[in-house]
Each structure stands twice: as C-alpha cells, then as structure tokens.
C-alpha cells in the first residue's frame, strides 16, 4: 500500500517541497535532483531539512490519503489458484484493503478469456463481496487490462462515437456495460468508477496495466505476435505510437481473444 498524499515525504515530493528544494540546490551548487529518486538518496542534509520544514507548515490541517493497488487477481481462472479458491488469502487481502482510503486494480481483476462470463461472475462473486465490504463506502476505481478488456469495452466503443481521442486518464460510465455493471453490484457498497487507459495516482505517477507493451515485445508470445500484425495492417510505425494507435491495434486482438 502507498501513501500518495501532499504531506507525506516518503511518497514523494509533491510540488511546494520539490520548488524549495530546487532553490536550496541552486544555492548550494548542488547538482540537480531528479524527481524520481527517493527522497532517502537525496545527499544534501540542508536541503533534506528545508523540505521537512516546509512540508510540516503546509501540512499542519492535512493528511495523507493511502492508496492500496492492486493487480492481476485473474479471478476465475482455470487453474484454480486465483484468490477466489484460496479464503485465506483472500481474508488477508481484505484486512490489508480495509486500511485505505482509495483502492485502484490496476486490471486484470477477473479472468474473462477461459471462461463464460456468468461462469466468471459465479465464480469471482464471493471475492468481489468481500472486496466490496472491505473497502465500505470509500472509492474504488477499476482500470481494466488485457484479460478484462471487456469491462471497458463497450463504454470505449460509445465515447468513439463523440470523439476518436483516446485520454491518457479516460473516465467512463460503470454502467455502460453490462459486465461492468455487474461487477459494480458485486463490490458495492464502494464507489466504482472506471479509468482507462490508466490513471494519475498524484502529479508525477500514472499508473497502468501495461499491455500496451505488446507491441514493443519481441518474445514471440501470441498475443504479442497478434498485436505485431495488426500494428502493420494500422500502420502503427507509419502513424506513430500516441494512445489511438495502441488502440487501434490491441483493441482487436483482446476482442478476438474475448470471443473465443
């Protein structure tokens, strides 16, 4: 679980610190600091303590609000070594998801490639329940992968038809699909919302499944060889790699693989 608040320093420096502590540095003739290093390896003391100095007078009224991710529970899948069949796996992953202010699954939170869907929703039902009731009324938001692409399919397929833009932080209707209106029913009482194809967990980290990576892999995986092929027949090298070409290629392959 992260801590992904304005006051909390190992989480990173969020913008007021990282201002001050970049003037510290030109004052010290420091080199310059990456915002993606730790705040632990940071080797200027001064500029350590200017930071926690300021940081403890913004933060006076505020506190961190924790983020728990998660990903990849492949609920009902056919090995049988989801969560779903392991209760008290399952029980831990529900104590550790009662402790947060904000859950994200970062997909893949249910298998719907080997099985058929009301088979998956049998199956995954009791573990969505105890999701739901572990999180209470707090917010939940579900980011599909490649292995429950359909969740957000339908509700991707309806903003096309306003706009072929495709947002790096798409926030979509839980109730345009039926899947995902189910799936909804089954983790109330938390507040579900869909994002796609990631989300901003703060300022400076997006967080995504990865299965765009498919088509940059060269482990010749089908999927990865599927997404290859209809990269060329997209044009995907001629067009560029932005957001509506990983699209245009994944979206078929996950669609093809769904209706097997």
């Given amino acids: 679980m992260?801590?992904?608040?304005?006051?909390d320093a190992g989480a990173g420096l969020?913008?007021?610190?990282?201002?001050?502590?970049?003037?510290?540095?030109?004052?010290?003739?420091?080199p310059p600091l990456s915002s993606t290093v730790p705040f632990e390896q940071i080797g200027q003391s001064?500029?350590?303590?200017?930071?926690?100095?300021?940081?403890?007078?913004?933060?006076?009224?505020?506190?961190?609000v924790s983020t728990a991710v998660i990903s990849?529970?492949?609920?009902?899948?056919?090995?049988d070594a989801d969560v779903a069949?392991?209760?008290?796996?399952?029980?831990?992953?529900?104590?550790?998801l009662s402790a947060a202010d904000r859950v994200v699954i970062l997909g893949d939170l249910v298998e719907l490639r080997e099985r058929r869907a009301d088979e998956v929703l049998e199956l995954a039902a009791p573990t969505l329940r105890a999701i739901g009731e572990a999180v209470g009324d707090r917010e939940?938001?579900?980011?599909?992968?490649?292995?429950?692409?359909?969740?957000?399919?339908?509700?991707?397929?309806?903003?096309?038809?306003?706009?072929?833009?495709?947002?790096?932080?798409?926030?979509?209707?839980?109730?345009?699909?039926?899947l995902s209106r189910?799936?909804?029913g089954l983790l109330a009482p938390a507040r579900v919302s869909l994002a796609y194809p990631g989300l901003w967990?703060?300022?400076?980290?997006?967080?995504?499944?990865?299965?765009?990576?498919?088509?940059?892999?060269?482990?010749?995986?089908?999927?990865s060889i599927f997404a290859h092929l209809v990269g060329r027949m997209v044009g995907a090298r001629d067009r560029g790699i932005s957001l509506e070409t990983y699209e245009a290629t994944v979206g078929p392959v996950y669609a093809f693989s769904h209706a097997l």
Avoid: F, M
């Fill in 85 to 96: 069949r392991r209760p008290e796996v399952a029980r831990r992953l529900a104590d550790a």
């Fill in 182 to 184: 189910r799936i909804a």
């Fill in 140 to 178: 939940l938001v579900l980011v599909p992968g490649n292995h429950d692409y359909e969740l957000v399919s339908p509700a991707l397929e309806d903003a096309r038809l306003d706009s072929p833009e495709v947002p790096r932080e798409g926030t979509y209707p839980i109730d345009t699909g039926v």
């Fill in 46 to 64: 001064a500029t350590k303590r200017l930071w926690r100095q300021n940081n403890d007078t913004a933060c006076e009224d505020r506190r961190p």
């Fill in 2 to 7: 992260a801590t992904l608040g304005p006051c």
């Fill in 201 to 223: 967990l703060r300022d400076d980290v997006w967080a995504t499944h990865g299965h765009y990576a498919d088509l940059h892999l060269t482990v010749p995986r089908v999927e």
């Fill in 14 to 30: 969020e913008a007021a610190g990282l201002r001050a502590l970049r003037e510290e540095e030109r004052r010290l003739d420091a």
């Fill in 72 to 79: 990849d529970l492949h609920l009902a899948a056919v090995s």
